[in-house]
T-cell receptor, first 112, second 109 residues
Framework: DAGITQSPRHKVTETGTPVTLRCHQTENHRYMYWYRQDPGHGLRLIHYSYGVKDTDKGEVSDGYSVSRSKTEDFLLTLESATSSQTSVYFC???????????FGPGTRLTVL | KNEVEQSPQNLTAQEGEFITINCSYSVGISALHWLQQHPGGGIVSLFMLSSGKKKHGRLIATINIQEKHSSLHITASHPRDSAVYICAVDSNTGNQFYFGTGTSLTVIP
């Protein structure tokens, strides 16, 4: 199994508070991704990174920011959490652009 | 508009049956992926393919690039195959990765 962890695994927070989710990998893979999974929508890309300090937006990036200051960590921040951001968040890594993706275990976030 | 469509959405089968899950896509792709998600949430990559057919144990994945269609077959299905199967594609224009909404498979003993 690819060495990829997410923290926290579960979080309940209140509307308006900032939240940071962490993805950590031990594979030294270049590409890292944040997705959200919601019923009826499948997985949707929030942001991705193609190297340290190199990030780009996905299709549902509004309300989210990311940072990657070192290869192994990719942080997702909800600047001011809203109930619409209640979801399951998955991190994924990829060695190159055309390899398979490996997924983390997911973080279940509930915004009350 | 969904770039990736899967059918059926839900599927119930008896143990031992041959199962087919279909995936159609509308964008140009460099590769197509089949993923498996078990209850409890973990997502595992089953196949990545850009042409032809791949086989792993009782699972077979095929792709027809001209028709923009892929199928995932499970032979001699077993209750442990019960999971959600997700089709995803790598767009050949930029770093875009599109997912289907998944097919929920239940195999009854």
């Amino acid at each position: 199994d690819a060495g990829i962890t997410q923290s926290p695994r579960h979080k309940v927070t209140e509307t308006g508070t900032p939240v940071t989710l962490r993805c950590h990998q031990t594979e030294n893979h270049r590409y890292m991704y944040w997705y959200r999974q919601d019923p009826g929508h499948g997985l949707r890309l929030i942001h991705y990174s193609y190297g340290v300090k190199d990030t780009d937006k996905g299709e549902v990036s509004d309300g989210y920011s990311v940072s990657r200051s070192k290869t192994e960590d990719f942080l997702l921040t909800l600047e001011s959490a809203t109930s619409s951001q209640t979801s399951v968040y998955f991190c994924a890594i990829r060695e190159t652009h055309d390899n398979e993706q490996f997924f983390g275990p997911g973080t279940r976030l509930t915004v009350l | 508009k969904n770039e990736v469509e899967q059918s059926p959405q839900n599927l119930t089968a008896q143990e031992g049956e041959f199962i087919t899950i279909n995936c159609s896509y509308s964008v140009g792709i460099s590769a197509l992926h089949w993923l498996q998600q078990h209850p409890g949430g973990g997502i595992v990559s089953l196949f990545m393919l850009s042409s032809g057919k791949k086989k792993h144990g009782r699972l077979i994945a095929t792709i027809n690039i001209q028709e923009k269609h892929s199928s995932l077959h499970i032979t001699a299905s077993h209750p442990r195959d019960s999971a959600v199967y997700i089709c995803a594609v790598d767009s050949n224009t930029g770093n875009q990765f599109y997912f289907g909404t998944g097919t929920s498979l239940t195999v009854i003993p």
